[in-house]
């Protein structure tokens, strides 16, 4: 067994075994940005993307149940789709101001510490993942190697010349083919200490959650346009990190996103380069860090280096299936739900309302079976659908559901069935004081949500099936049942927050998994609002 296997198992008891170091108190006056600042790149405004149709949010969260065209000859993205995505879902769109119950309220007024919204939820609101395009001669754009500037909607220009070749030799041979048959990629590294400086040793499981919610947004954009978006997670990630001018111990690779380009036109697919002889380029532009003092910590380090190891080395198609998630037995007293359905939200519509609820939730109305089903139904089908699983036929989270105020349903925790679209009881009775009392932080009421759903990753048989490097695939997908569950909830209009502080040792207890391999990995609240919650509109004032 890899370290991989300790890291998992110190994440999963972190509840009554701190994480080292236990002293680690953040400095957030030398915090750093939310962002990479490259102060000497040319910027090029991308086209705005009010204009471009919103489309039903339906056929992304159920995929194959809604009228999304599928893919055509030709079809395709093009620049304005491209800026339609990225802004829809890493974009800047709004700013937080409403009063709620998280611990950065009273900084939100003051323009340095401004909240500002995004499609796409991250760990702690750090956003560390950063996109890069890299952009080869079918693109509108002289190719290149491009950084997406979150705050200004605009690629920056890190490197001139076609590298795309390159990207598609760092995914070798064995790669999904559509990955090799484009000159169009998306690029995602993370910054770690962007993220470490508040989460130290715990940093790598949530930077690994937040790759899983942005690859789920585009994924959920996709579909509902008939693309098919898919990320690849083996790749030579220190020759990409390379490519990229930064060092893999402070900033790697985790995801590389083939795009399939428009044709204009054309019938012929679009050529594809081949690598030039000589040494790699790289790109000499360097971020300017805010930070004055930079830490590092050794369990972040150590998942560093296990996960490098065999980055190349992709198992077999189809070997999460050995880690897939386990059925139910189809016994025990059973809940039925409505047939899952969403009503006609439009997706863009969808993405600018997502937000956390944070101490807002009110029990006094009822979630109702119907929304609930919708909910269930998104997060189980919930896929990466990666190199290693290149049809998104297996199933790695399992959902379960803690029942406090839904009409017609008892109180309890139940198991949710997605092949029978019902609930299984697993303990019955009153939730919401286990809920409030293994939670970490003040900032939800849990026990006023209508639900808390659980999803589970048996994260121990990722490991043995695909190694170490597997953890980014394991909890990868817990971030985007994440993603899925914020969009599903907010279509439905109901009110949403996800969660990693919970005691994960007392829910494999209270869900009756002791013993087998299954891990907790967050608590999302689900339920309604507080009427007419006190807001300011930033954007007419």
């Known amino acids: 067994m890899g370290y991989a296997h300790e890291y998992a198992h110190a994440v999963l008891h972190r509840g009554r075994v701190p994480m080292e170091p236990t002293g680690h108190v953040v400095n957030w006056a030398d915090g750093p940005r939310r962002g990479k600042f490259y102060p000497d790149a040319e910027a090029f405004a991308l086209p705005g993307t009010e204009d471009l149709p919103d489309v039903p949010v339906a056929p992304g969260l159920l995929p194959g149940t809604g009228p999304a065209e599928p893919d055509g000859e030709g079809a395709g ?217 930079l830490r590092d910590f050794d369990a972040l380090s150590a998942m560093h280096a296990a996960t490098l190891e065999g980055a190349a080395e992709r198992p077999a198609p189809g070997a999460p299936a050995a880690a897939a998630a386990l059925p139910d037995d189809g016994t025990g007293v059973r809940v039925a739900l409505p047939a899952p359905a969403f009503p006609e939200t439009g997706l863009r519509r969808t993405l600018r309302e997502r937000r956390s609820s944070f101490g807002r939730f009110d029990a006094r109305r009822q979630v109702g079976t119907q929304p609930l089903s919708a909910v269930l139904a998104a997060c189980a089908r919930t896929r990466l659908a990666g190199d290693t699983d290149p049809a998104g036929a297996v199933r790695l989270a399992r959902m379960y559901v803690f029942v406090n105020h839904v009409e017609g349903v008892e109180q309890g925790a139940y198991a949710y069935d997605p092949d029978r679209g019902d609930l299984r009881l697993v303990a019955a009775g009153a939730q919401g004081t286990f809920l409030q009392e293994n939670y970490f932080l003040a900032n939800y009421n849990l026990e006023q949500a209508g639900a808390v759903l659980v999803p589970t990753v048996r994260t121990t048989a990722v490991l043995d099936a695909l190694g170490d490097r597997g953890y980014r695939l394991a909890v990868g997908t817990a971030g985007a049942v994440a993603q899925s569950f914020y969009l599903a909830a907010a279509a439905v209009g109901l009110g949403a927050g996800v969660a990693l502080g919970f005691d994960n040792v007392s829910y494999v207890e209270r869900l009756a998994l002791d013993g087998g391999d299954e891990a907790p990995l967050l608590v999302m609240a689900l339920g309604h609002e507080r009427p007419a919650p006190a807001d300011f509109r930033h954007e007419i004032a």
């Open 77 to 293: 993205f093009g620049l304005p789709l491209l800026s339609a995505m990225l802004r829809d879902s890493y974009g800047l769109t709004g700013r937080r101001l409403g009063v709620q119950a998280n611990t950065d309220l009273a900084g939100l007024p003051f323009y340095p510490h401004a909240n500002w919204s995004r499609g796409t939820a991250g760990g702690g609101g750090l956003y560390p993942v950063t996109v890069h395009w890299a952009s080869g001669p079918s693109g509108p754009l002289t190719p290149g190697l491009h950084h997406y500037d979150v705050q200004r909607h605009a690629l920056q220009r890190l490197l001139v010349g076609d590298v795309t070749g390159l990207v598609r030799d760092a995914l070798g041979p064995d790669a999904p083919a559509d990955a090799l048959d484009t000159d169009q990629y998306l690029i995602l590294g993370v910054k770690y200490w962007q993220n470490s400086f508040k989460y130290n040793s715990f940093s790598f499981h949530v930077v690994c959650t937040d790759v899983g919610t942005l690859v789920q947004t585009w994924r959920i954009w996709g579909a509902a346009r008939g693309l098919r978006i898919a990320p690849v997670l083996w790749f030579d990630e220190p020759r990409l990190n390379r490519l990229l001018g930064v060092p893999g111990e402070q900033e790697a690779v985790f995801a590389v996103v083939p795009l399939r380009w428009e044709r204009r036109g054309r019938a012929e697919a679009p050529a594809v380069s081949a690598t030039r002889p000589g040494p790699d380029p790289r790109v000499l532009h360097r971020d300017a860090e805010r930070s004055r003092v």
